[in-house]
């Protein structure tokens, strides 16, 4: 059997990223992937004290898939393109990581390994890419215009049709719009977006789950679906229709407070959620734990844990890495 390549970004440094990768990657089986973690140099002798190893350090520029399955764990530096984001501004330098703070400087440092691990994913020197948490508000320091991995990966590797699904052993969750005022999320839900979301759902269900005969349930936007909006009947059931059409096994618009139950308990799946806290509340109160956000529609595999960064926390040990080895070991089976 080949033998993939995990690429793992440590988020934003100042948060529990590091911790709960170099506590997750000490879990992973050696034999079934080898990682190559992406994050700056000077975190790497607390990786090496974490993971009991010594980690060589490769080039980013000449990474290659011969260079990476020479250990089972890797680090590339990605301090020199840090140093590059910085530059940007005027009289800015590159400072030592800020634990537990919003800090220009360690946004630099994650925006730098997720850039090049996607990179790397795009030209195919590695199978999949696992990232852990950054914080929005310090990346726009970097980027003025980021709005989050999902959107970031999709626009570099060119996807033009994309989902965000959250997985867990007894939910799975794929959300219509994802981080948008709520005042908004009417206008945005239509028949193509809906569409398009469960299509991609049962694809992934079907070749990387392996679920022969996927059943999808799609959630009505308006409490009681059409008894108190126009939408669900106007937009949404025309995109399942659609759908149905194209022989997938797909029902709804169906009321949410019903549905996750039902779901739940096994009768579906997969749910189709039309935003953000209508699929994440319910699939946190069961899954915080070990859930995993999975991109789907990307030309590679990526995963990562579905919580933040978590600053209160970060660099006292107290971080729960279940999440990130849940993503860990997702990404490896996906690849």
């Known amino acids: 059997m080949r033998k993939s390549i995990l690429a793992v970004t440590v988020g934003d440094p100042g948060g529990v990223g590091p911790e709960i990768t170099f506590k997750a990657l ?39 898939r011969k260079d990476i399955l020479k250990h089972s764990v890797a680090w590339v530096d990605i301090t020199g393109r840090a ?23 360690n946004a630099a440092f994650a925006f730098a390994a997720l850039e090049q691990a996607t990179l790397a994913a795009c030209r195919g020197v590695v199978d999949g890419l696992v990232t852990a948490p950054v914080h929005k508000t310090a990346m726009r320091m970097i980027q003025k215009h980021f709005q989050g991995h999902t959107e970031y990966l999709a626009k570099t590797s060119g996807s033009k049709a994309y989902a965000m699904m959250f997985v ?28 398009e979301k469960i299509f991609l759902t049962d694809q992934f269900l079907r070749s990387k789950l ?24 106007a937009v949404i059931r025309p995109a399942v229709r659609k759908a149905q059409g194209k022989k997938i096994s797909v029902f709804g618009p169906l009321s949410a407070d019903q549905l ?25 109160m069961i899954a915080f734990r070990d859930g995993v956000n999975v991109t789907l529609g990307l030309p590679f595999i990526r995963t990562s844990p579905d919580h933040g960064t978590a600053f209160d926390i970060a660099g006292k040990g107290k971080a729960d890495a279940r999440s990130m080895h849940a993503a860990l070991n997702l990404a490896a089976r996906l690849v």
């Open 260 to 284: 996750f139950h039902d779901a739940f308990h096994g009768r579906f799946d997969a749910v189709i959620s039309m935003y953000h806290d209508q699929g994440l509340a319910p699939f946190k």
């Open 83 to 105: 140093h590059a984001f910085i530059s940007r501004h005027k009289k800015i330098k590159l400072n030592p990581i800020r634990i537990g703070k919003i800090s220009r400087s």
């Open 26 to 64: 000490r879990l992973l089986p050696s034999n079934r992937s080898s990682c190559v973690i992406y994050g700056p140099v000077s975190m790497l002798r607390h990786a090496q004290r974490y993971l009991r190893r010594h980690i060589p350090v490769l080039t980013p520029r000449t990474l290659t």
């Open 210 to 233: 392996k679920i022969r005969k996927p059943k999808i349930a799609v959630c009505a936007l308006n409490p009681h679906g059409k008894e108190t909006g126009v939408e669900d009947e």
């Open 168 to 195: 867990s052993p007894r939910l799975k969750v794929t959300l219509v719009t994802i981080h948008v005022p709520i005042k908004k999320v009417s206008g945005l839900v239509t028949q193509r977006g809906v569409f």
